[in-house]
């Protein structure tokens, strides 16, 4: 029997990739990324090169996948031999993808998605979104799958592939020829609805947290607005606590005074205004003094 796990041979080799790369904090990212790519795409292998691009340093070696992509035109397959690089800033900034053979110039020139330098751009990857749980290298590669059936970099006459890019923003479903792995393309269909599902869920998650969020901040500017009004109402009960012990008037006996004195001087205020403590007699008391001098 055997006691001891055997190792993943595809983590092990990820490992060993990225042990020759910096990728600092993201390292963890990267391997998962990678893994799920290479489990998806086996017909890619992972390996770690220097590569000098604008915005990409050449001194470190970076993560480098390199396959083929098939693409079903006409009922026929393509292999278009093609290959991402990650720079050492993946995820927060996206992959790299280019076509790894030299293809025609006039090809290039009438293909959106395809630059002079077999660079591969879309819409998709111009829009990435920092470590967002929606972009991703499977997904990344999806939607290059997409552009490359409207206009896929093949010679024209083997291709009347549709090159209105308006067509793309039709097209929500992983088409049925896609091949994941080589195969019919149903499991790879399903592996993609499910990632385009979860990256829903995931953003109408994320919205929701920030609405969450909102709220938590109103209730406590509002808990401290509260605070603030309930000090001041105490404050002010508390000044009038202070001004009605000072002096206490008995309104009945001033009514009873006014009516038995009426057109008379008063001469004695202390009959009608009684303190009820030492500080508001000593108060009357100087009142007193003062008007008597």
């Not at 060993?16 to 790519?37: E, H, M, P």
């Not at 592939?161 to 091949?179: G, T």
């Amino acid at each position: 029997m055997n006691f001891f796990m055997q190792k993943d041979p595809i983590q092990e080799h990820i490992d060993s990739i990225l042990s020759q790369c910096d990728y600092g904090v993201q390292r963890a990212n990267v391997a998962t990324q990678c893994k799920n790519f290479l489990q998806q795409y086996p017909q890619f292998e992972m390996t770690a090169n220097q590569f000098t691009y604008a915005g990409m340093s050449g001194g470190t070696p970076l993560v480098y996948l390199k396959g083929a992509m098939i693409l079903t035109v006409d009922n026929t397959q393509h292999e278009v031999p093609m290959h991402f690089v990650l720079p050492s800033g993946f995820p927060s900034i996206a992959p790299k993808a280019f076509l790894t053979n030299q293809v025609d110039e006039e090809i290039i020139k009438d293909n959106p998605y395809v630059l002079k330098n077999m660079e591969i751009l879309n819409q998709y990857m111009n829009n990435w979104k920092s470590n967002h749980p929606s972009y991703t290298l499977n997904i990344t590669y999806y939607y290059i799958y997409q552009s490359f059936m409207l206009c896929p970099p093949l010679n024209s006459s083997i291709t009347h592939a549709n090159s209105n890019l308006e067509e793309e923003k039709k097209v929500e479903e992983p088409p049925r020829q896609h091949q994941a792995n080589g195969g019919d393309g149903e499991e790879g269909d399903k592996e993609f609805k499910k990632i385009l599902l979860l990256s829903k869920i995931q953003e109408k998650i994320d919205k929701m947290s920030k609405l969450v969020k909102k709220f938590s901040v109103i209730s406590v500017t509002l808990s401290q607005n509260a605070d603030i009004i309930a000090a001041a109402s105490d404050k002010v009960c508390t000044k009038n606590a202070l001004l009605e012990s000072w002096i206490n008037i008995d309104l009945d006996e001033l009514s009873q005074f006014i009516e038995n004195n009426q057109g008379k001087d008063i001469n004695d205020i202390d009959e009608i205004v009684k303190p009820e403590d030492d500080v508001s007699k000593s108060m009357l008391e100087l009142l007193a003094d003062e008007t008597a001098c």
